[in-house]
T-cell receptor, first 110, second 114 residues
Framework: GQSLEQPSEVTAVEGAIVQINCTYQ??????LSWYQQHDGGAPTFLSY??LDGLEETGRFSSFLSRSDSYGYLLLQELQMKDSASYFC???????????WGAGTKLIIKP | EAGVTQFPSHSVIEKGQTVTLRCDPI?????LYWYRRVMGKEIKFLLH????????ESGMPNNRFLAERTGGTYSTLKVQPAELEDSGVYFC????????????FGPGTRLTVL
């Protein structure tokens, strides 16, 4: 079967750094995406890693290790507006279908 | 540029009734996807259109679900007859099919089957 594992909830302090991990087990792998979803809202795209290594976009970075079937999302200088759910999703093949994790709820405390 | 829109935002129906959800993708996006999220669980892929053709419908749960995209513009997802387990949030997304696989999501339709 296809599965992605990520923590259900992570708590951090405003201004700190937090890492959200994702491990996957899928029948194929093209790349790993991260999406953010605020309560009741539409998921919005954050990043996509097809190759091993770290991709940085502002305060957010995403890492992939294909050999370990593992990736993470790193959020720096946390702000209260970063409180949301974060989903990792795998693109398995040349189609654009995404297989999703259950999401990690990030709680930020002042 | 207008984003992906979905209608209705909420729908409450009784078991056995029919509901049709609509999605208008971003203009020019050939790829259109339907997803469903049952409360607290992962977002599950339902199907993928490229223009008016069904590229992949492997996620459709059963033949009570029918998706169409006539003319390759907006799409509809019909559930007939609805069952209790169909409750959830139905998301539509569209994309240009770029290498980074960025998909743009609509706000979702929250379906409650009583």
């Amino acid at each position: 079967g296809q599965s992605l594992e990520q923590p259900s909830e992570v708590t951090a302090v405003e201004g700190a750094i937090v890492q959200i991990n994702c491990t996957y087990q899928t029948s194929g792998f093209y790349g790993l995406s991260w999406y953010q979803q605020h309560d009741g809202g539409a998921p919005t795209f954050l990043s996509y890693n097809a190759l091993d290594g770290l991709e940085e976009t502002g305060r957010f970075s995403s890492f992939l290790s294909r050999s370990d079937s593992y990736g993470y999302l790193l959020l720096q200088e946390l702000q209260m507006k970063d409180s949301a759910s974060y989903f990792c999703a795998v693109r398995r093949d040349s189609n654009y279908q995404l297989i999703w994790g259950a999401g990690t709820k990030l709680i930020i405390k002042p | 540029e207008a984003g992906v829109t979905q209608f209705p935002s909420h729908s409450v129906i009784e078991k056995g009734q029919t509901v049709t959800l609509r999605c208008d993708p971003i203009s020019g996006h050939d790829n259109l996807y339907w997803y469903r999220r049952v409360m607290g669980k992962e977002i599950k892929f339902l199907l993928h259109f490229v223009k008016e053709s069904k590229q992949d419908e492997s996620g459709m749960p059963n033949n009570r679900f029918l998706a169409e995209r006539t003319g390759g513009t907006y799409s509809t997802l019909k559930v007939q007859p609805a069952e209790l387990e169909d409750s959830g949030v139905y998301f539509c997304a569209s994309s240009q099919g770029l290498a980074n696989n960025e998909q743009f999501f609509g706000p979702g339709t929250r379906l409650t089957v009583l």
